[in-house]
């Protein structure tokens, strides 16, 4: 067990619709990244939120957001879901202060499926 | 910029064989390097990394790699394979930096026969 807790572990959503994942960082972790595994493929980066503020973005468009809480637990948004949202989301969280880092600890991840 | 590439989608060995697991990286600042298992409908788990300190890197499960600047390699071993190596291995690379973010490759399946 890794402490990171995804939610919900399944989802099945219809096309155009939104949809909100959740996840709770490991007790002391500052920064949470999410990533997107489509099947067959490696995860690739979404975001970054460390301290409630974005600092890191992949090559996703607007329809995908975020938010961190105080509490350093996050949420993954989507808006006007597409097929090719179909995927294993998948959260991380760490410890990082200036250029000092823990590893990455991965939830279990929310697989959604849009149809 | 940095990037990662894992230069077999499938290897297949088996049971009491050697494992190598290849990976190159690239990457504009002194990296830290790290490889993760998938086991079906699971999360990833970190089995090994690499920070700076010594370059033959030793995980969990008897696996290890080897970091050689020179040929920006990172490629996992593992002496003797078991039927529970069965899974997904990801290289990953980051920037040192405590903002970095991981760049996953595309992964190798590893499939060990009886």
């Known amino acids: 067990e890794t402490g990171v807790t995804q939610s919900p572990t399944h989802l099945i959503k219809t096309r155009g619709q939104q949809v909100t994942l959740r996840c709770s960082s490991q007790s002391g972790h500052n920064t949470v990244s999410w990533y997107q595994q489509a099947l067959g493929q490696g995860p690739q980066f979404i975001f970054q939120?460390?301290?409630?503020?974005?600092?890191g973005r992949g090559n996703f468009p607007p329809r995908f957001s975020g938010l961190q809480f105080p509490n350093y637990s996050s949420e993954l948004n989507v808006n006007a879901l597409e097929l090719d949202d179909s995927a294993l989301y998948l959260c991380?969280?760490?410890?990082?202060?200036?250029?000092?880092?823990?590893?990455?600890?991965f939830g279990q991840g929310t697989r959604l499926t849009v149809v | 910029a940095q990037s990662v590439t894992q230069l077999d989608s499938h290897v297949s060995v088996s049971e009491g064989t050697p494992v190598l697991l290849r990976c190159n990286y690239s990457?504009?600042?002194?990296?830290?390097l790290f490889w993760y298992v998938q086991h079906p409908n699971k999360g990833l788990q970190l089995l090994l990394k690499y920070t700076s300190a010594a370059t033959l890197v030793k995980g969990i499960n008897g696996f290890e790699a080897e970091f050689k600047k020179s040929e920006t390699s990172f490629h996992l071993t593992k002496p003797s394979a078991h039927m529970s190596d069965a899974a997904e291995y990801f290289c990953v690379v980051s920037d040192r930096s405590g903002y970095s973010t991981l760049t996953f490759g595309k992964g190798t399946m590893l499939l060990v026969s009886p």
């Open positions: 991380a969280s760490r410890a990082a202060e200036g250029a000092r880092s823990t590893e990455a600890f």
């Open positions: 990457s504009s600042y002194s990296p830290s």
């Open positions: 939120y460390y301290r409630e503020e974005e600092n």
